[in-house]
């Protein structure tokens, strides 16, 4: 048994079979392999060395003819290392004593090989590790040939286990099939994360290099409440998980009873919960949950599952599904937030060294207005549907807000030339999720009619901390006073104008920031359909002087270690019995 640790990003426990993706996206197949197909195997391997062996070669060639034989001179040292008689004879004893299948045993010895280069404190030999690297892959795609699978076509339930799954491959994960996941990299408010949490799947990122050491078909335990990854678990561990998913069960029964409870606090303060959705069937999450609407809905996620560009049809009927399902509740429909992680099949700019400062949200959309307008379109015609508003996501400054606004405009006119029918009164909101909107938040109240509070974002630009990166996980913290000061403001504005401000990042569907949230006099949240019931319990057992309690003592603290613990422990003392409904 094996037991990893990684960051949690949608949780519950989910027990099955591995599935393992190598970092191509493509399946690693099982570990071992019959002991009468190992001659088999063995042919295998030499016939995947001599197909690398010959391409690279004719690399090698190309090169000295394009550039000289200095530069042929790198393919050289990959041709060397792949005819080393000593990596050749690790691998086929391998094979033919271990039984391990050709794949399994490439992976494992080169990986293991550039762990050594990498172990090495030389700049220059870690870069080696790369070339084995490239070997490896190499290797793989002779030996796995016609048989590389990608994810889309599984016919039974299984853990994907991947290197990373980008917004696109989650969004496009089976989800009949695909109980849960876990990828080695990746970071807690990504959007692979935030995938995870729509199809309600336990999911954890950000492990660290573990592939190496599982094989498909294996059984795995993913614990999406704690964040571990447990390969091979032993009788004692199956029994302790499988006892934890009943009592879920029981918890998610409990907690059902709430549905049609309002979100009022003990002290009778109203509250509105409404659910984040990517895709038009979790609204039925949202129904069955009892969400006062739809805060947010990341429309971005139509083109991220498709390998062309949506159609005004095609976000027409997404969006109709959506609305006929809320009846006349609100459901706010975000314009497309692409870029960033969330690349499309759309023409990348090259060389863009920080994607997240880049042309990414309202500014790709400003730059791309065909594309923009056609989503406005579909938008325009669907607000008749129902209680339909728009919201622009990454506003960053009044002048990008006011052209959003002006080829909305536009798009209303020609909509009327046309004699489409539309609400000339949709409510038009834009998101909070940089800085530099906090600051002049002042202004931006007079110019729309809602804000919704991004946290994820806006913890990202506030503390300068990549949201889906795990190796600066450490400082990426609602509770940074900063952060805190900064949705404080925003709050404050919004009241005072006032227009209705939502929270619909992250922070808002984790129980331990809604007493606080609710003391700084949030009374909105958006949060994902699977965290309602829970932020409703809170919601329903807290009085508001409990929490403007909480958020003064917050306010004397100056680090977000001491804030997330002090707001643990208050959730424990005030809400007893917390998780049990
Ligand atoms: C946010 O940034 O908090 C947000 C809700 O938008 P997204 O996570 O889609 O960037
Ligand atoms: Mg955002």
Request: aromatic content about 34%.
């Given at each position: 048994m094996q037991k990893l640790q990684g960051i949690p990003v949608s949780p519950g426990i989910a027990i099955g079979e591995a599935m393992v993706m190598d970092n191509e996206g493509f399946r690693i197949p099982r570990r071992f392999v019959a002991r009468d197909a190992v001659d088999e195997e063995l042919d295998r391997l030499a016939k995947a060395i001599a197909a690398a062996s010959a391409e690279i070669a004719s690399h090698r060639d190309a090169i000295a003819q394009e550039l000289g034989e200095k530069y042929a001179a790198i393919f050289d040292a990959h041709l060397q290392m792949l005819q080393d008689a000593r990596l050749r004879s690790e691998l086929e004893e391998m094979i033919r004593h271990r039984h391990y299948s050709p794949e399994y045993a490439v992976s494992r010895t080169l990986r293991h090989y550039s762990q050594v280069f990498q172990r090495l404190d030389s700049a220059h030999l870690a870069e080696r590790a790369a070339d084995i690297f490239d070997i490896e892959k190499r290797l793989l795609r002779h030996l796995l040939g016609h048989r590389r699978e990608g994810i889309a076509h599984l016919t039974s339930p299984v853990l994907v286990l991947a290197h990373n799954l980008t917004p696109s491959e989650t969004a496009n994960l089976d989800r009949h099939f695909v109980l849960g996941f876990v990828t080695e990299i990746g970071g807690p408010s990504s959007h692979t994360a935030i995938v995870a949490e729509a199809l309600e799947i336990p999911a954890i990122v950000g492990?660290?290099?573990?592939?190496?050491d599982v094989s498909g078909g294996e059984l795995v335990i993913i614990d999406g409440d704690k964040g571990f990854v447990i390969l091979q678990p032993d009788e004692e561990t199956l029994a302790h998980y499988r006892h934890k998913v009943e009592a879920n069960l029981s918890a998610a029964v409990l907690l059902e009873a709430l549905r049609d409870l309002p979100a009022t606090t003990a002290d009778g303060v109203q509250i509105s919960l409404y659910g984040n959705i990517e895709?038009?069937?979790e609204v039925t999450h949202c129904v069955n949950r009892g969400a006062e609407g739809i805060g947010l809905y990341r429309t971005e996620f139509l083109y991220l599952g498709s390998e062309i560009e949506p159609t005004e049809e095609v976000h027409y009927q997404a969006y109709s599904q959506v609305l006929q399902a809320m009846g006349d509740k609100p459901v706010i429909i975000r314009t497309f937030d692409l870029g960033a992680d969330k690349v499309p099949h759309l023409p990348q700019p090259e060389d863009e060294r920080n994607p997240c400062l880049g042309l990414r949200s309202i500014r790709l959309a400003l730059r791309h207005l065909p594309m923009f307008r056609t989503q406005l379109r579909a938008i325009l015609r669907a607000s008749v549907l129902g209680n339909l508003q728009i919201m622009f996501p990454l506003i960053t400054t009044l002048l990008e807000l006011r052209q959003a606004k002006m080829v909305l405009a536009d798009v209303m006119e020609d909509l009327d030339e046309h004699g489409i029918d539309f609400n000339r009164d949709l409510p038009i909101g834009m998101m909070v999720e940089v800085p530099a909107a906090v600051i002049m938040i002042d202004r931006f109240v007079e110019e729309v009619d809602f804000l919704s509070i991004g946290t994820n974002d806006l913890i990202q630009y506030t503390l300068a901390v990549d949201r889906s990166n795990k190796d600066v996980v450490g400082l990426y913290n609602p509770a940074d006073p900063a952060v805190l000061r900064l949705i404080a403001m925003a709050i404050d504005a919004a009241k005072k104008k006032p227009v209705p401000i939502t929270m619909c990042g992250q922070m808002s569907g984790n129980p331990n920031y809604t007493m606080l949230l609710l003391g700084l006099g949030l009374r909105q949240f958006s949060v994902a359909p699977a965290a309602l019931p829970e932020i409703k319990n809170i919601c329903r057992r807290v009085t508001l002087a409990d929490c403007k309690e909480v958020t003064n003592r917050v306010a004397t603290m100056e680090n977000a270690r001491d804030i997330t613990n002090y707001l643990r422990e208050e959730l424990k003392r005030r809400v007893p019995g917390f998780g049990n409904a």
């Open positions: 492990t660290g290099p573990f592939l190496a895709f038009p069937y």
